[in-house]
């Protein structure tokens, strides 16, 4: 990784950036941090390209709106030339203005059809209204007909022929469910002195104001006077009732109602042809809307990040600062050649320059599909320093592993199997599907490694003897029952004989045991055991504490690694020498006692055997009773021995402790003497030139001496600027209480956390016991019930029982214990594991590039 | 005795293959070494599990113990030579 500098002709920038951007390899650094961001220098482009978007998602709601499918771009369009924005520009503003306006008079056709409509059912009404009232003078003979609305009518009529007075009406639409207060308002409010007919609306009519469909009823009020009609008419504004003249003359209404058919059908038609117009302009928009939105993304990008660059002015051209992997230089000149020339052809072409510095680089992991997962999953905990190594390979291997020997059952391994696979094989599809629910894009995101842990967890589970929390018996049980049956009809349990040979002096002896294990993994007799559980929590005990102890041997050996490659030649001495020698003397030597006891102690001197913690401890108290006889001594020399490695154990303790702050003030020493003998030597020349001197002599050790988390790839031979050896001056000096105290902590923590760490991965032994025990209470309390029961009846509670039965086991041990041994895995990895050798104390390299950007913004599905 | 060291001996060629041999076999390209760890740990995690179950049970210091009814099904099913 290194620090380039970009000199860029400002015509070209804009397609160097774009050729940048595609290519995705290079990190910009911002160079006006101090600058607002409205004060920027391109700032006004940005402005624009917003404008655009914020037009682009008002086209998207529209065609949402309208439900019409968008179509993806299948290839990856380019960030368009800056004459082309403004094309862009255009185009979208013509497309916004138009379907604005497309908008504005769909509504108000709406608002006008709507309208006529009520108008329309408002004449048909009142002409039934004023048809009841002739009809009631008609000739006498039918007058038998009348019924009471009828005579309210007549009275009406015969009131106004007699008094005269024009009785006033207003005819009007209200919704329904206001209908009986409107009805009471007006009673109380002109006290009875108007009369009110109404008729209901079949139809779902739709409100010209509020657009959205009522039931409404038209309604006549009759009244005398203008007090009256002031009254009436402010009711109806009060209850949104629609008013409509109504002519009185019978001729001119109908007159008015053929008028309002006519315009309605007109209406009609011109609305269908609007809709038919949006949906056009609509389809045509979808099809290039994705185009445009990708196109106007990699506009603002490339403007936001040239918004990060110096404008020097002096030199008429663009600086710009950004880390690059220092594999991919030739690939950047190359894409920042096509830009210069894509841009016009200009005379010089822009410039890249290497640039030294002290400061940290980003760091980058080459990774693809796969192995991405995994290294979400270490830098969780901490991305890496730069240059240190990645534990991602070796954690792809042993997370899954150690998740599966806490998860450790073959029918359940099975499932997660399947359901990684599935994820896996239908990726392509399955990738922008649900990107909404985070669930399972977590889950998606993993699919790699579930696969993994289902993998592993097949195979433990085979090794466990346990598929669903039963036993496989595919080789043959090493165990045979030999007893009698009067042995049998004396005790309600039996233990069978381990040993294989007759070690008794009596005739009694019966061999039940073969000599020779079960091939691959536990014998299917133990499921049927009273106490495979007291058997078994031997075994993974011992197997916890073995993986445990190699696992983080593992990481030391890795320290190891990282020392090398950074040549700190002292650490190898002063830290992994007494880190190791302490692991080996108390913990490998507990795993060689560990499989001591496995191959030496049998059935016939089970009473004799050691008991492994016991000696643990009493070496470390250095006390050797012959009491219990799991307690005695087992081996000649052991006290000897054991003596000999506790104290080489302590040893190290100050040896890492004093160790390195020794070495720090010897090399501070030498440090100070030779400057003042050059300093005497060259009398007046400046700091910088003495540090060159001092670099020349002793590169070997300078990079020794720095502090370690400085100490990078850059190409510092070579050159070194002023102000960066500047720096390098001042950091020889620091502070030996630092030091000191660093040094307390890190051996405290290595010591103590030897002990700790290998107690932690006891864990590895009880999840897999829980585990194990909760498939097992599954069965004998679910499944057993309904397979136990005979004939048809238990056939119908099988079926029953299988539903709890499956569900439980997805629930609760699939993914309960499965989040749970995850968890517990992952933390195995990141305390216990990387604490041996893993700094993560760099950043992450996120280069500029669009196919990161556009693959973050979630298409909205 | 024999079978035992016969069995020992199969499991660690079939791992040691695996985990030895094999990584020399796999052809240069971008995740050469990838495959390589890969295989490598696979086989000594899966190889060390194995051991430690199969060691355990070669010298048991006690034996199941079983309920009445269990032990007479197994005499009859499995038999009483092995």
Redesign the interface.
Known sequence: MTLCQLFLQPDAAYSCISELGELGIVQFRDLNPNVNSFQRKYVNEVRRCEEMERKLRFLETEIKKDELPIYDPEDNPDAPKPREMIDLEATFEKLDHELKEINTNADALLRNFNELTELKHNLTMTQGFFDDAEMAFTPAHNRNQRDSDDDQVQLLYEYSMISHNKLGFITGVVPRERMVAFERMLWRVCRGNVFLRQAEIPELIEDPVSGEKLHKTVFVVFFQGEQLKNRVQKICEGFRANIYPCPENPHERRELAMGVMTRLEDLTVVLSQTQDHRQRVLAATSRNLRTWQIKVKKIKAIYHTMNMFNNDVARKCLIAECWAPVSELDRIQLALRKGSEASGGGTVSSVLNRMVTREQPPTHHKL?KF?QGFQNLVDAYGVATYREINPM??V???FP?LFA?MFGDAGHGILVTIFALWMVLKERSLKDKWRNQEVWTIFFGGRYIILLMGIFSI??GI?YNDVFSKSLNIF????????GDDT??K????????TPYNYTRSGDYRQ????????????P??Q?????I??TN??KM??AI??GI?QMGFGLFLSLWNHLHFNHRHAIYLEFLPQIIFLACIFFYLIILI?YK??????SK?TD?PSLLIHLINMILFSYKTDPPSAAVFYTGQKQFQTFLILLAVLCVPWMLLGKPIYRIVMNKRRANYSTVTNHAAGNDSDVEEQHQDEFHDPAEKRGVVLDADVRDTDTEDMLDDEHSHQQHHQHEVEMSEVWVEQGIHTIEYFLGCISHTASYLRLWALSLAHAQLSEVLWHMILHLGLSMNGYGGAIASFFVFMPWSSLTVFILLLMEGLSAFLHALRLHWVEFQSKFYKGEGYPFVPFSFRLLLDEAPVEA | MEKFAITLIIFTVFWGLIGIVLPFLIPKGQNKRLIQVMLTLTSACCWLFWLCFYLHQWKPLFGPQLKRDNARIIRSLWGSEF
């Open positions: 693809n192995t390979p070796f792809l291997i042993t592993f020997v195979y433990t090794i043959g049980s090493s165990w045979r029952v030999r007893f049998l009809a005790h309600d349990s039996v233990m069978l004989e381990p039940m045991f073969s000599g020779t294990p079960y091939p691959i993994g536990l014998d007799v133990w049927l055991a009273d106490n495979k007291t058997y031997s075994v011992k197997f073995i993986i190699t499989f496995w191959t030496s102690f049998d059935g089970a055997a």
